[in-house]
């Protein structure tokens, strides 16, 4: 048996489910924090337990380059380098390589480019995806796809589809089942209809352990994402996890999961920790303002995270004014509770067949732009 999935229930499309692997349970609606290179940024992996979450994501595309795969494998895998005991998800390393622009060519074969970090040439394959992910001892590994760039042509698309459905054969061929893993397919075909209805049925066909919805989230706009998300996911079994991959802001994981999205990963969270952002129950808050440096108020009053319950607004607004490296750490962490936090509400809403009154009304307070709205309160 690989992973497996167990819808236990349903709020119309909502969806809470328990997906178990080798290292452990995923209860959903599930954000995943982005460890890219074996490392939450800023954040120890004791950290990232303490603010809730189940699972994290690493990448191939960096993991492969530096230290590399071997390395991590002759130190006992990814779970022992980075000591996180809980269970990892690989991305296959194909929107990392859709960045690269001008160092990367795209065949049949898979995808030749140079490393950004000394120009070596590298190939990156189905196969060799596969085999990379194995050696880093992922719960889940995804199949390796091809990533456009918004705005695309829809032959282009189509094109790009077909290959990465014939490299997600060529990646299942390659997957070596055993208990508590799995692979995951990919559905392309940007935003036109027919080609997401065609790479749904060619994995389906396949038979994978899971479905992503990629190609989306790269600048289309959360009405388009969307209305992809309403007749894209119908097109998958219920009985096995979904993915919305790269997303993203409170409100585009909520509309998310209301359309019947399970996992969604981003690195907001911690990016914004970096940059002196925080997310709150009313909205971000920009901790350069002038407006936070003598507020002894937490960061958010409805949070029970670590920063919000020993640290004022002054005191973050201070490090970050500082440049102080503790600044950027306990905002992260706010962060990354604050989604995982969120995705763990949305659970116990759906369990009690109120996930759309809870969006609703999350929604209505929350704002993605620091207003004066705080100053009476």
Known sequence: MAIKFSLQKKDKLARAGVIETAHGEITTPVFMPV???G????????MVELAGAEIILGNTYHLMLRPGAEVVQNLGGLHRFMNWRKPLLTDSGGFQIMSLAGLRKISEEGAAFSSHLNGERRLLTPESSIEIQKMLGADISMCLDECLSWPTDEKRALLSMRRSMRWA????????EREGYGIFGIQQGSVFRSQREESARLLLALGFDG??????????GQKTMFEVLDYSLSLFPENKP???????????????????VDMMDCIMPTRSGRTAQAF??????????RRHREDA????????????????????AHLTHAGEMLGATLLSLHN?????????????????????GFADAFLEKYSSVETDFEENT
């Open 211 to 220: 479905y992503a919805i990629g190609g989306l989230a790269i600048g289309e």
């Open 35 to 37: 460890g890219t290179c």
């Open 280 to 289: 709150t129950s009313r909205g971000a808050l920009n901790m350069r303002n």
């Open 242 to 260: 979904r993915y919305l991959m790269g997303v993203g802001k409170p409100g585009d994981m909520l509309g998310a999961v209301m359309r019947g």
């Open 169 to 176: 054969a060529r990646s299942k061929a390659a997957f070596c």
């Open 336 to 356: 990354v509770h604050f989604y995982v936090s969120l995705m763990k509400k949305m659970q116990e809403a759906i369990r009690r067949g109120q996930a759309a």
């Open 297 to 316: 108020r937490p960061l958010d009053a409805e949070c029970d995270c670590y920063t919000c319950k020993n640290y004022s607004r002054a005191y973050l």
């Open 39 to 46: 490392t939450v940024k800023g954040l120890t992996p004791e």
